[in-house]
């Protein structure tokens, strides 16, 4: 049995007491803020009507269907409400195995990385959020599709580079043209605009994005689809900020 939260009204945490459990499900109304950086859970699941904010110190999987019972994703309530969703890992992998639903509201995802060994945030599942999806993580795997208005994918790290069209490499972000191609947003943003990303481009990924706008990366001119297919192999002053 796992741990299980059951509440009607918001539920938030003392300073210096975290949750420690394999698993961790929360249920009822919420508001859920469990925040505290040192929180250990391996697997986490919500079905709650409201808002869910939770960090974990190390890395944590969301679960497939039925491992973890009745809320076996992360979802709640009817898919009209505002409601928003962030979970982070202060140091460690996020595995999202099932799907993670905010309705109308934005989704917020970080695999933290203090220490320098790029922990995947992996997408096996669909994650939607109308209101935006961010996705933050310095290696990614996303195998599912991320629906939004919105779709920002940027490092954790300041200092991380990017590659679109290549794969994960130490200290880079890479995003196959696989990985793009389960993007399903109005605009998609890649890059930290405020970090000092070095963006490349290693094949004509973002030639197929499903987005009416692409735009990469802090001093980059914005990428229309229609010229994305243009942008060549780390060649493109667009596409590669200069220090
Ligand atoms: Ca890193
Ligand atoms: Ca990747």
């Given at each position: 049995m796992p741990s299980a939260l059951n509440s009607g009204g918001p539920v938030t945490q003392q300073a210096g007491a975290p949750i420690v459990a394999d698993d961790l499900l929360l249920v009822g109304a919420g508001p859920y803020t469990l925040t505290e950086t040192t929180n250990n859970v391996s697997r986490l699941a919500a079905s709650v009507t409201n808002a869910v904010s939770y960090t974990n110190a190390v890395s944590l999987t969301i679960p497939p269907g039925a491992d973890l019972s009745p809320g076996d994703r992360v979802d709640g309530g009817?898919?009209?409400?505002q409601r928003p969703i962030a979970i982070d890992t202060i140091d460690g992998f996020l595995t999202v195995a099932n799907v993670v639903i905010a309705g109308s509201s934005t989704v917020s995802l970080t695999a933290g990385d203090p220490n320098g060994v790029d922990p995947d945030l992996t997408i096996n599942a669909p994650v939607i959020g109308a209101g935006g999806v961010t996705l933050t993580a310095d290696n990614m795997v996303i195998t599912a599709p991320v629906i939004a208005s919105i779709a920002t994918l940027q490092p954790f790290a300041s200092g991380t580079d990017i590659d679109l069209g290549g794969v994960d490499t130490a200290n880079t972000l890479g995003l196959t043209q696989a990985e793009l191609n389960n993007l399903r947003a109005g605009i998609v943003r890649i890059g930290d605009f405020s970090n000092t990303n070095n963006i490349t481009v290693t094949a004509e990924g973002v030639g197929s994005v499903h987005a009416t706008e692409v735009n990469v990366g802090a001093g980059c001119e914005r990428l229309k689809r229609g010229d994305a297919g243009n942008h060549r192999s780390g060649d493109d002053p667009c596409c590669r900020r200069s220090a």
């Open positions: 009817s898919h009209d409400q």
